[in-house]
């Protein structure tokens, strides 16, 4: 008997331009498999840090016991105003591709992109363009744009941030300027038609190679929308704030706990670490971006392992754990989207 091969994440989310309820359902479970067996990495990489501490397991869950619950909750409720600022530079877009979607069923799909954080290059995210394909009728692969775009857009505003940190930070300029180039590579082909092609033709082969070639007009005709000064001018006017906000997670949580820190070093440490595990091209960042932390929380406000290695869990159950907990529950809500 001829065993059939397993269909890759990639070749469902590519090969079709429609997707049925049942079509869209598998895909989305499949996903979150992935995503579930990430954040339970996750949670490993939490457990070694507290382990390999200098006080030990029991030492860090004590801190984390005793910190100041009400300050710890600001650092949740400035992740959720990053989300909810990034959220109208998502809406823009949809305006400039000209897709009508009542703003409530827009912001239920854009939370249930945060379920997605935890697979690999976030491709989980494309997703959403079948649940907006589902609403609005537009075109499959017209609508990934906005996808990628506000990906990109994100991680501009961290290169935007740290530009403006190296000049308060001169130190960090040999760390943070390599990294900005790296995370900036791999988006070339996104925002340069050219290079999208010479990629597709001399790079990439097989079925990844065919599904571009198939819908690269239908995309770029979309992509070249978005791709001028006046999108990217205004994208920064989100993204900047929403990655402040987003790197104040790591003041309230070290004052929670009785730190004695900054904003503006707080801020270094959360882009530092972002970008650092950004780079390392893991999932989530997981391992890379938590090691980076706790290491520059305990050089930056002279605190022993075990209380930046507590700061660091928390850091990151706020930012990373709150996103992905937050959008797999809007994701079951947009399921309701499917079902007519």
Known sequence: ???????????????????????????????????????????????????????????????????????????????????????????????????????????????SLYAMNLTPGKIGRVVSAYSINKVSKHKL????????????????????????????????????????????LPFSFIISPWLFNIIKKKVFRGRFSEIFAFYGDEYFAAQSKLNNKKVYLISAIFTLPAAVMTSLSVYFTTQALGIHSDVLKSILIYVVSAMVGIASLIPGTIGSADLTMTTLIANNFNVVNTLSAAATIMIRVS???????????FLFYTFRYWKK
Do not use: Q
């Open 1 to 111: 008997m001829i065993k059939r091969k397993k269909e890759r994440i990639w070749d469902r989310i590519a090969s079709k331009k429609k997707f049925s309820k049942k079509d869209y359902f598998n895909l989305t479970r499949a996903i979150m498999i992935i995503v579930a067996a990430l954040m339970v990495v996750s949670f490993a990489v939490f457990f070694a840090i507290a382990y390999f501490s200098n006080g030990g397991i029991d030492k860090v869950f004590t801190y984390m016991l005793t910190a100041n619950g009400i300050i710890y909750m600001l650092a949740f409720l400035f992740e959720f105003l990053s989300i909810f600022i990034r959220f109208f530079k998502w809406e823009y877009y949809m305006k400039v591709l000209g897709i009508d979607i009542p703003i409530f069923k827009n912001f239920m799909i854009y939370l």
């Open 141 to 184: 692969f017209g609508l990934l744009p906005i996808v990628s775009f506000d990906i990109f857009t994100d991680f501009l505003g961290y290169v935007l941030l740290s530009l403006i940190l190296v000049i308060i930070f001169p130190s960090y300029l040999p760390i943070l300027i390599p990294i900005d180039v790296i995370m900036l």
């Open 319 to 329: 930012t990373l754990w709150f996103g992905v907990i937050l959008g797999t529950i």
